[in-house]
């Protein structure tokens, strides 16, 4: 099995700063594309950014030149910086990963964590 682990979330007043982080651990034979989805109340789950295993990049328009998503891949692990925050950057942030395990390849989550941004 693959846990992720977010970590990074909080509260924020808009116009700042805040990093999520995400770790992978557990049977990885190689780990494919990584990202962040994110959930506010009432809505769908939508994508906010997406880094391939050799460092090609994809943002939600709703964030570029706001947000920087980056990854370690001798520590498999993602994080993504968000600057310049807005109160609808509010949501449940989702760590995603596609994952080659023994067993084959597969879509992991995170539990998600909390960012809420204040007016």
């Known amino acids: 099995q693959v846990q992720l682990v977010e970590s990074g979330g909080g509260l924020v007043q808009a116009g700042g700063s805040l990093r999520l982080s995400c770790a992978a651990s557990?049977?990885?034979?190689?780990?494919?594309?990584m990202g962040w989805y994110r959930q506010a109340p009432g809505k769908q789950r939508e994508l906010v950014a997406v880094?391939?295993?050799?460092?090609?990049?994809n943002y939600a328009d709703s964030v570029k030149g706001r947000f920087i998503i980056s990854r370690d891949n001798a520590k498999n692990t993602v994080s993504l910086q968000m600057n310049s925050l807005k109160p609808e950057d509010t949501a449940v942030y989702y760590c995603?990963?596609?994952?080659?395990?023994?067993?084959?390849?597969?879509?992991?989550w995170g539990q998600g964590t909390q960012v809420t941004v204040s007016s």
């Open positions: 880094i391939t295993s050799g460092g090609g990049t």
């Open positions: 995603n990963a596609d994952v080659l395990t023994p067993w084959g390849t597969r879509d992991y």
């Open positions: 557990g049977r990885i034979f190689r780990i494919n594309d």
